[in-house]
């Protein structure tokens, strides 16, 4: 997920929605320099970086520590939990921790598609993102979602059952009871998530707790309050499992933010 906090000044973060990948979001980045916490979420980013070019942002379990220069330019598509794979065409669990260039992926495809997004930044045809987006970087964004609607369309789409397992993780439903929906025993369950999301459903619902819990907070709510909401047993349980994924207590995470980080 494209949120944390980092010791960088200054830096811009804009995203919006990918039309034609149900789920996705595209968004940019001009960083300030410096480092930055990008938390766990579950999902993959096809990223393009000024300073590395195509990347694949594999799942996370616990934050990444991104470092960049001042100016750096990032543009990505954020996939939802479950349906990375059918885009890039392996295992979640083999980019899990990761960040792999996406030639090691995909071969020559990934020099196509480099030049089609080194083409979109240099000569913008027309802008697909909201004002506040370059046109510049809203054309190479939009080339990252007809790449990705592409492969997605050619895989016969994403497994359906990440979509239902997540939103019933997400929902706050036990492992045990999310099986029992879609029609799985807990440990084919385990074997599916591995593959869909890169770990077990029990880390995928502990991060996705996080994430609920976080959003309750910067909503307004105590602690105390986001603790018995989200889960938790009480507020303790709260920090130690967000300092566990997140590196940081919440209050840490909750501090103002001077701009969003880019997934690096």
Do not use: N
């Not at 059918?86 to 990761?98: H, I, K, N, S």
């Not at 054309?139 to 990252?144: F, I, Q, R, T």
């Not at 895989?155 to 999310?178: I, K, Y």
């Not at 999301?197 to 996705?208: C, E, W």
Request: net charge positive; proline share 8%; glycine share 12%.
């Amino acid at each position: 997920m494209i949120d944390g906090e980092g010791g960088r000044v200054g830096g811009v973060y804009r995203e919006w929605r990918a039309a034609g990948v149900p789920g996705g979001v595209l968004w940019s980045s001009v960083s300030g320099g410096g480092e930055t916490r990008v938390l766990p979420d579950g999902c993959l980013d096809l990223l393009w970086s000024s300073r590395s070019g195509l990347l694949v942002a594999g799942p996370d379990r616990t934050a990444h520590l991104s470092r960049s220069a001042p100016g750096d330019r990032w543009i990505g598509l954020r996939l939802p939990p479950g349906t990375g794979p059918a885009v890039f065409g392996v295992p979640a669990e083999e980019l899990r921790d990761r960040r792999v260039p996406l030639a090691d992926l995909w071969g020559r495809a990934a020099a196509e598609v480099t030049e089609r997004v080194e083409t979109a930044l240099a000569a913008p045809i027309r802008s697909d993102g909201p004002d506040a987006v370059s046109p510049a970087d809203a054309h190479a964004a939009s080339v990252l979602t007809r790449v990705a609607r592409d492969r997605l369309r050619a895989a016969g789409g994403p497994d359906p059952v990440g979509a239902r397992v997540a939103a019933r993780l997400a929902a706050g439903a036990t492992v045990a009871a999310t099986a029992a929906e879609v029609g799985l025993g807990e440990r084919a369950l385990h074997r599916r998530s591995r593959a869909l999301f890169g770990y077990g459903p029990k880390t995928l619902a502990r991060i996705l707790r996080m994430r609920r819990a976080l959003d309750l907070a910067r909503a307004g709510a105590p602690l105390a309050e986001v603790a018995v909401r989200s889960g938790y047993a009480d507020q303790a349980h709260l920090t130690r499992e967000v300092r566990e994924m997140a590196g940081v207590p919440p209050t840490r995470l909750l501090a103002p933010a001077r701009s969003r980080p880019q997934a690096s």
